[in-house]
T-cell receptor, first 115, second 112 residues
Framework: GAGVSQSPRYKVAKRGQDVALRCDPI?????LFWYQQALGQGPEFLTY????????KSGLPSDRFFAERPEGSVSTLKIQRTQQEDSAVYLC?????????????FGSGTQLSVL | KQEVTQIPAALSVPEGENLVLNCSFT??????LQWFRQDPGKGLTSLLL?????REQTSGRLNASLDKSSGRSTLYIAASQPGDSATYLC???????????FGKGTTLSVSS
C-alpha cells in the first residue's frame, strides 16, 4: 500500500472487553512502532519491533497490553479487559531501516473509546 | 528521564508572517530530533529529521535547527499560509534508538 494502514478507524468497547488493533506497515519496512496519544497530549511510546522481534516493550502500561508481529509485517496490538483510562488514539508507525536514521511514517490511528 | 517541552502551546498569526516554534529537551544524549505535523483526526507527517551531529535541516519554507549542548531546537516557518495551520510536534530519539519522546505540541493557526 501507499502508506501505513490501521484498522479499525474507530473502536468503542465496553469496560472489561478485549480489543485488537491492526497495523499494516509500508511494505518492506523493517521497524514498526506503536504509540498511544491521549487527547491534547503528544504520542507516548508503547513498543518497537525490528522485523518480527519485539526489541523494546518498555512503554506498555500494564500486562493487559500485548503486541505481536509474527511474520515481520502486519502487527496487532491487543488490550485485554479494557479500562476507561485506555481511551486514546493508538498510532502505528514504520520506517524502512533502523529507526535512528530514518523518518517515521505514521498511520491515521485507531481511536479507542472505552465506556 | 528525557522530557520534551514545546513553547508556545498555541500560536495565531496572520498569513505571510514568519514564525518560530521552540522545543527544549532535558537530556542531550539523543540520536536525532524530528519535527512532525499533525492535522485534526490524522496521523503524524514527518517534516524534518536532524541527526545529532547536524545543526540544521531545510525543506522548502521550513528550517529546523538543533543545539544539542543546550537542549534546544527551533522550527522556523517562512511566509506562513493558512494551509500551515496544524499542530507541530517535536520529538527526540532516545539513547536506545527505539523510542521517540514527544512534546505536547504547538497548535498553529494562520488566518487569511
Amino acid at each position: 500500500g501507499a502508506g501505513v494502514s490501521q484498522s479499525p478507524r474507530y473502536k468503542v468497547a465496553k469496560r472489561g472487553q478485549d480489543v485488537a488493533l491492526r497495523c499494516d506497515p509500508i511494505s518492506g519496512h523493517v521497524s514498526l512502532f506503536w504509540y498511544q496519544q491521549a487527547l491534547g497530549q503528544g504520542p507516548e511510546f508503547l513498543t518497537y519491533f525490528q522485523n518480527e522481534a519485539q526489541l523494546d516493550k518498555s512503554g506498555l502500561p500494564s500486562d493487559r497490553f500485548f503486541a505481536e508481529r509474527p511474520e515481520g509485517s502486519v502487527s496487532t496490538l491487543k488490550i485485554q479487559r479494557t479500562q476507561q483510562e485506555d481511551s486514546a488514539v493508538y498510532l502505528c508507525a514504520s520506517s524502512l531501516a533502523l529507526a535512528t536514521n530514518e523518518k517515521l511514517f505514521f498511520g491515521s490511528g485507531t481511536q479507542l473509546s472505552v465506556l | 528521564k528525557q522530557e520534551v517541552t514545546q513553547i508556545p502551546a498555541a500560536l495565531s498569526v496572520p498569513e505571510g508572517e514568519n514564525l518560530v516554534l521552540n522545543c527544549s529537551f532535558t537530556d542531550s544524549a539523543i540520536y536525532n530530533l524530528q519535527w512532525f505535523r499533525q492535522d485534526p483526526g490524522k496521523g503524524l507527517t514527518s517534516l524534518l529529521l536532524i541527526q545529532s551531529s547536524q545543526r540544521e535541516q531545510t525543506s522548502g519554507r521550513l528550517n529546523a535547527s538543533l543545539d544539542k549542548s543546550s537542549g534546544r531546537s527551533t522550527l522556523y516557518i517562512a511566509a506562513s499560509q493558512p494551509g500551515d495551520s496544524a499542530t507541530y510536534l517535536c520529538a527526540v530519539m532516545d539513547q536506545a534508538g527505539t523510542a521517540l519522546i514527544f512534546g505536547k505540541g504547538t497548535t498553529l493557526s494562520v488566518s487569511s
